[in-house]
């Protein structure tokens, strides 16, 4: 109940931020022109709105749960509204979900619109959708849910520019962190090669929500591996709200 | 009697500067506020109310120092179930209307159906916004957000209601009603601590006080005992009579055309004073006895420290 009044409070607030709008029109103007530029290829049309599309939705969904997720923490305490909420019968870990739910549930309303968008577009071209394509935009909205509880985790403690750059630094290294992977097989076995494998374990690795190949392409996705990547997002998600409270749990409001 | 709030030897300290240099705010706070009375806490400017009562509602976290709401630990929920808060200079979410900002927090009481929408029609009632109930907070006046503030402080009837500076940046009027809410609250029976500087409006209303001077309490009591009935002077003003013959009597303090001030320290002298009006046809315009005033202890003891 406490959680839920914070996180529709948080809703209202986020969805009246203009930035928002702006990044979704963004995200509309690209997810437009990938009709154009499907126009311009020669070869399957439907497989460049696909690719362009759904790269489009994460990229600025990423970039919504960054810009709204690193000040909504920061502002509560910067104009001080923190300091009547937190007088109240409320835990701290109960603020912090409440912001996290709030902002989940505007992303969620942005990646349904961004959806309309791309299956318009989609339609232009043909009448046939694979489910597939909506298990790519679930794991989207994982992968945001991850990201927003980052960028949670860094305004728990830091400015809105510096949690910005943290978090976009989270997402580029989460995507190309399996390059690591790749390094690891050429290494000789010793000091490094074991550094590799630590770094490998610790820092996340995004393109497990990344199927747009298989979609693309109509590869098949396995089942366990869309499971798995669901309990990976689920359990790094957990881990980051978890340091994030015990964090905010013993910060003093100033 | 379970006191309605009991700190003892309250510390904390801040770090200044990029280095682990602390700079101490808090130095041993000790004090005890009784069920049912207005108790005001006084100091300069940075002398330690505010982190003192941000101590209270758990927004810092003191060094060493316990602090008991009704008998409960400060932290806990049972203790902010009891308690309302209105910070200094409050700042509320602007793009909510007042009733829709009371609504939201009285979800964080469990408040809900017909109670919920009574009281906050009554709160709204109470801080005299009712034609301003549907209005966005953005577009509320300085002496208006204090009063919404006032009203969430009261959304879950708290038996202690903690007001940071209430009447700090209102017009005489605001702080009139203010005050009234505030006397209105002790005849309830509930117990409000009030920081401020302004001293008039404490010795007003407030039943005991605790003066803080650079983190500590230096004096504390019964408003009625740390004020004396000692008259220190008396005001006159007096017209009609030769200056001259008043020299010895008083010390001259202006005079504007026929008026004479004059600031007498004797009985003897003021009695001459008024035998020397009388067999001249003079006459009296003002007596004023002056006592000690809760401001010459305030600055007395932040001039001693």
């Not at chain 1, 497989?47 to 990423?62: E, M, N, Q, Y």
């Not at chain 1, 393109?207 to 396995?222: A, D, G």
């Not at chain 2, 402080?153 to 017009?171: F, I, R, S």
Request: glycine share 6%; net charge neutral.
């Amino acid at each position: 109940m406490k959680i839920r009044a914070i996180a529709l409070n948080t809703f209202k607030e986020a969805i009246k931020d203009r930035i928002l709008y702006l990044v979704l029109f963004f995200a509309a103007v690209c997810l437009i022109l990938s009709r154009l530029l499907a126009l311009l290829t020669v070869g399957d049309q439907v497989k460049i709105i696909t690719d362009v599309g759904l790269a489009s939705i994460s990229l600025f969904g990423t970039l919504m749960a960054i810009l709204i997720g690193t000040g909504l923490v920061y502002k509560e305490i910067d104009k001080k509204t923190i300091f009547t909420l937190l007088s109240k019968p409320i835990h701290r870990y109960q603020f912090l979900l409440g912001k996290f739910f709030g902002l989940l549930l505007t992303l969620l309303v942005m990646l349904l619109l961004m959806t309309v968008i791309f299956l318009v577009m989609l339609f232009l071209h043909t009448i046939h959708v694979e489910w597939s394509l909506f298990i790519a935009i679930c794991l989207i909205f994982i992968e945001l849910a991850l990201i927003t509880s980052v960028a949670i985790l860094f305004s728990t403690f830091s400015t809105p520019i510096l949690s910005s750059v943290f978090t976009l630094a989270f997402y580029l290294i989460g995507h190309f962190s399996w390059g690591l992977e790749t390094l690891m097989t050429k290494m000789p076995p010793g000091f490094s090669k074991t550094l590799a494998q630590i770094f490998h374990t610790l820092l996340p690795d995004l393109e497990n929500f990344n199927f747009k190949t298989e979609i693309v392409h109509h590869l098949p996705i396995p089942s366990e591996v869309i499971g798995l990547s669901v309990l990976y997002g689920i359990l790094y998600t957990t881990l980051v709200l978890g340091v994030a409270m015990l964090i905010f749990r013993k910060r003093d409001f100033v | 009697m379970v006191e309605a709030l009991k700190i003892t030897n309250l510390h904390k300290s801040f770090k200044t500067g990029f280095f682990f240099k602390r700079k101490k705010i808090l130095k041993g706070i000790t004090l005890t506020v009784d069920k049912g009375d207005i108790f005001g806490y006084l100091g300069p400017n940075g002398a330690g109310k505010t982190t003192t009562i941000k101590c209270i509602m758990g927004l810092i976290f003191p060094e060493i120092g316990e602090i008991r709401i009704l008998g409960q630990p400060h932290l806990s929920l049972k203790a902010k179930e009891h308690i309302g808060f209105l910070p200094e200079n409050p700042y509320f979410y602007d793009y909510l209307t007042a009733a829709d900002f009371l609504r939201f927090y009285s979800q964080l009481f469990q408040l809900r159906g017909e109670e919920r929408d009574k009281r906050i029609e009554g709160l709204i009632k109470l801080v005299d916004l009712e034609k301003y109930a549907d209005l966005q907070l953005r577009k509320f006046s300085r002496g208006m957000l204090q009063r919404i503030g006032l009203a969430q402080a009261l959304l879950n009837e708290p038996e202690l209601v903690m007001l940071d500076e209430p009447l700090g940046g209102l017009d005489p009027i605001g702080r009139k009603e203010i005050r009234d809410i505030i006397i209105r609250l002790r005849e309830e029976g509930k117990t409000v601590f009030l920081s401020s500087h302004i001293l008039q409006d404490i010795e007003m209303i407030c039943d005991r006080v605790a003066i803080i001077v650079n983190g500590e309490i230096v004096n504390a009591g019964r408003l009625s005992d740390l004020i004396s009935e000692k008259v220190f002077f008396t005001e006159v003003i007096v017209s009609g009579i030769d200056a001259e013959k008043l020299e010895n009597l008083g010390d001259s303090i202006d005079s504007h055309g026929e008026k004479i001030f004059l600031k007498v320290y004797d009985d003897a002298k003021l009695e001459s004073i008024l035998q020397l009006v009388e067999s001249q046809k003079g006459r009296i315009h003002s007596l004023i006895p002056r006592t000690e005033t809760l401001e010459d202890i305030f600055v007395g003891v932040v001039k001693r420290q």
